[in-house]
């Protein structure tokens, strides 16, 4: 089994930072990428930033100079420091992991429970 947790979210404003964290656990081989999408109510899920295992990252184009993505790779663990919140960033922030359990095994994506942002004015 594997389990993706996300934490950190809260209650923040407007031009006020805060930091998001993603544990990966259980039986991981490998880990392809880890990458952070949100959801706003009456939205569709969009991307907000991804971290290949090649240390490659992308950043959605509304989070781009505001948001770093990182990773501790020791602890399977992806970051996400927000900075200057905007009432848009609004938004359940969910944590993805493109997993590999065993060696030679198949790719499966993972998906943690959501963990709520709230930006005030």
């Known amino acids: 089994q594997v389990q993706v947790v996300e934490s950190g979210g809260d209650l923040v404003q407007a031009g006020g930072s805060l930091r998001l964290s993603c544990v990966a656990s259980?039986?991981?081989?490998?880990?392809?990428?880890m990458g952070w999408y949100r959801q706003a109510p009456g939205k569709q899920r969009e991307l907000v930033a991804i971290?290949?295992?090649?240390?490659?990252?992308n950043y959605g184009d509304s989070v781009k100079g505001r948001f770093t993505i990182s990773k501790d790779n020791a602890k399977n663990t992806l970051y996400l420091r927000m900075n200057n919140l905007k009432l848009e960033d609004t938004a359940v922030y969910y944590c993805?992991?493109?997993?590999?359990?065993?060696?030679?095994?198949?790719?499966?994506?993972?998906w943690g429970q959501g963990t709520q942002v709230t930006v005030s004015s």
């Open positions: 993805n992991a493109l997993i590999v359990r065993t060696a030679g095994g198949v790719t499966f994506s993972y």
């Open positions: 259980g039986t991981i081989f490998s880990i392809n990428a």
């Open positions: 971290s290949n295992s090649g240390g490659d990252t």
